[in-house]
Every structure is written in C-alpha cells, then in structure tokens.
C-alpha cells in the first residue's frame, strides 16, 4: 500500500503571505503510460465535505483560484498558495489515486498568523 | 446541479449491521466510479472503497480494515451506490461520504456528499 505523507501537521501564515504544503508518496505515483501523477489535492473547511481543488498534480479544477497551484512529480508533491486570504483557513489533504487503497494524507491545518 | 445524499447512518451496537445508500443526480451516475470515505471525529480521511462502473465491470476494492466485513454495490437504474456495513466496530464510528468520480484523459471529477454519522457503541 501507498504511504502518504503531509508536512507540516499545521501551518500559520499571515494574510497575503504564501503558503505551502508538501506532500510525499512512499512510492511514485507516476503513470508512464501516459506521464499523468496520480495525485489530488483536497480542501476541507469546518462542518463541511472536501472540496477538490487540484487533480492530475497540478491542474486546478474549474472555479478553484489561480493562487492555488499544485507542483511535484513521482513520490514528491507541493501545494501553494500564493497570496493568502481568510476564506483559505481550511485543513488540506493529498490523496493518491495510482492504486488501491486510494491512501490520504494526515491533511495539514492552515491557519491565519 | 450535482448532488449526492447519503442516508442510512445511525446508532448500532458492535456486531450489528447498517446500510448506507447514496443517492445521485446531475453528473453521469453509470459513468462513474463511486467511492465511500470516512471521517472519524476530528480526525483525517480514510479511503473505504469504491465500485467501478459497468464498462469496468462493477469492480470493487476495499481498505484492509474493512476487507470481508463491507460490501459497496450500485444500482444504475436508481443513481444510486450502497455500502453493506456487517460486523460492526467500535473503531468504525465515523462520518462516511460517497463520493462520485471520473478521470478521463483530459479532466478528473469528485463529487462529495455531505456525509452520514455512522455511531457504534452499546
């Protein structure tokens, strides 16, 4: 099974600043066939269900802001968020979708400084 | 407008069973993989499993936790996805989404319910 593993457990950041996630697989997450990772990237802010904001490593799903970008390549993934504002306070989790089981990571709590 | 709704969650005793149904609408049900991940109380997410669709022959994969004990199965006429929960555990108790989900060439979807409190306890 795929390890994933998120850092920092919680993040502090001031508003306007940058924010980042990283995300490692215990193992690539790479398809050669056709050079796709298979890799997300998830929102979750309080009482609600995730929210898909990047899927592919690094596309953005429609209606997700340009300052959220996603980077990274077979076992080493990133989350940005390039200018941070109030509404980003969330807990955000990677998630590989290469093979099952579909394996998540701890998340990371965002929070403003 | 896409929307699942997730029912059948409730209060059962260690050992008992609960089904979970997922009702969807608005994206293309019978083209999508369905997917259930649980949420304990302030904790992270844990993938379940999922069922496949009928051009991939309803194939099912499960975590390891829940491997022999839950059964996800479909129903393509109805939009609709279940989750057989037997054997229930204590450390089962949790929030459990469906999710429905594609990815093609070109674009990936991952439609969320908003979840239904599985609790069990005696």
């Known amino acids: 099974d795929i390890v994933m593993t998120q850092s920092p457990d919680s993040l502090a950041v001031s508003l306007g600043e940058r924010a980042t996630v990283n995300c490692k697989s215990s193992q690539s997450v790479l398809y050669s066939s056709n050079n796709q990772n298979y890799l997300a990237w998830y929102q979750q802010k309080p009482g609600q269900p995730p929210k898909l904001l990047i899927y592919?490593?690094?596309t953005r799903e429609s209606g997700v802001p340009d300052r959220f970008s996603g980077s990274g390549s077979g076992t080493d993934f990133t989350l940005t968020i390039s200018s941070l504002q109030a509404e980003d306070v969330a807990v955000y989790y990677c998630?590989?979708?290469?093979?099952?089981?579909?394996?998540f990571g701890q998340g990371t709590k965002l929070e403003i400084k | 407008e896409v929307q699942l709704v997730e029912s059948g969650g409730g209060l059962v005793q260690p050992g008992g069973s609960l089904k979970l149904s997922c009702a969807a609408s608005g994206f293309s049900f019978s083209g999508s993989a369905m997917h259930w991940v649980r949420q304990a109380s302030g904790k992270g997410l844990e993938w379940v499993g999922r069922i496949r669709s009928k051009a991939n022959n309803y194939a099912t994969a499960y975590t390891a936790s829940v491997k022999g004990r839950f059964t996800i199965s479909r129903d393509d006429s109805k939009n609709t996805a279940y989750l057989q929960m037997n054997s229930l555990k204590t450390e089962d108790t949790a929030v459990y989404y469906c999710?429905?989900?594609?990815?093609?060439?070109?674009?990936?979807?991952?439609?969320w319910g908003q979840g239904t409190l599985v609790t069990v306890s005696s």
């Open positions: 999710i429905g989900g594609y990815c093609g060439s070109t674009s990936c979807y991952s439609y």
């Open positions: 998630q590989q979708y290469y093979s099952t089981p579909y394996s």
């Open positions: 592919w490593a690094s």
